[in-house]
């Protein structure tokens, strides 16, 4: 038996094979496969040589399989359904699978949805790690060089290999201390009260800060901070003012006042990005699920 030519096998081929098989007929396959009768000989006398046996030989008014092609059915079926699972991805099974998950995300997004995370992943997932990182304003080559697996962030950067997903809107407040000053009411209060602000480790301004700047204002900034669970210790019992997320106020700045931005500032959409390459992972695809599962329960804005 000649050795079997492997460059002249295609998954086509075998389907055509595994057909007649099935069908003991070479018109039924045809018609099975949409396809003329000659196509299916043609493709038959192509496997003949490739695997050096007959493979089906004249019975009667039909046609028979050779041994070989009896034991080969199996194995041939077999090749196929493994390549459709390797199409379809590897096979995930959240209560079996060990590895660490990279989430990259700020103290206000991390404090926010990624407990919720965690307790998903305890009751469901238990061999999967979660480790955050900041992200500052993130930048594609986090995603693109695997300093992360996933960012959540109200930042998506321009790049067409970056895949997002909105998880839930925002906005700024002004959070401030009620037993020691009264809100702030205009714009003008706002401008001359001292401001806890924030300047993230990495030095890129917030977006507010770009904006006042943009309109030629000026807060004070008295004391400026590189994340945001700064704010509650150096604003509790001052005068001082903090701008911040307003969902903040369900947790890391529970039991401050706080008052909507004296100017015109547009609310924001927390992004669920990661590269393009894991779009069809099925981990991946579990786990964006579970945070958005997380981010759905959450309640709407304040009113």
């Excluded at 204002?217 to 509790?236: K, Q």
């Excluded at 759905?296 to 304040?302: D, E, K, Q, S, V």
């Amino acid at each position: 038996m000649n050795s079997i030519d492997t460059l002249n096998l295609d998954t086509r081929s075998l389907i055509t094979f595994l057909t007649v098989l099935d069908e003991g007929s070479v018109s039924r396959a045809a018609v099975r496969l949409g396809v003329s009768q000659s196509a299916v000989s043609h493709t038959l006398d192509r496997l003949r040589q490739s695997l050096g046996d007959p493979l089906f030989v004249k019975s009667g008014r039909g046609i028979a399989p050779t041994q070989y092609a009896l034991r080969a059915g199996p194995h041939v079926r077999q090749i196929l359904d493994d390549l459709q699972s390797l199409s379809s991805g590897p096979l995930f099974t959240p209560a079996t699978a060990e590895f660490t998950f990279t989430i990259a995300a700020n103290d206000y997004q991390r404090d926010l949805l990624l407990p919720g995370l965690l307790r998903t992943l305890r009751q469901e997932a238990p061999g999967i790690r979660l480790q955050v990182v900041p992200s500052g304003i993130p930048t594609a080559d986090m995603l693109r060089k695997d300093v992360c697996d996933l960012i959540i962030s109200p930042h998506a950067p321009e790049a067409t290999d970056i895949m997002q997903r909105g998880l839930m809107a925002d906005r700024m407040v002004v959070f401030y201390d009620p037993d020691h000053r009264a809100p702030p009411q205009e714009m003008a209060d706002y401008l001359k009260a001292d401001h806890v602000s924030l300047l993230f480790a990495t030095g890129e301004k917030p977006a507010l800060e770009t904006s006042l700047n943009t309109r030629g204002l000026t807060r004070r900034n008295a004391v400026t901070v590189s994340n945001f669970s700064g704010l509650p210790e150096f604003l509790r019992g001052t005068d001082m003012l903090a701008t911040a997320p307003e969902r903040m106020s369900d947790h890391l700045l529970r039991g401050f006042a706080w008052v909507p931005l004296p100017f015109d500032f547009k609310p924001f959409t927390l992004l669920m990005l990661w590269h393009r390459r894991y779009q069809n992972d099925p981990a991946h695809r579990w786990l964006r699920n579970q945070v958005n599962a997380v981010a759905a329960t959450m309640n709407g804005l304040h009113d």
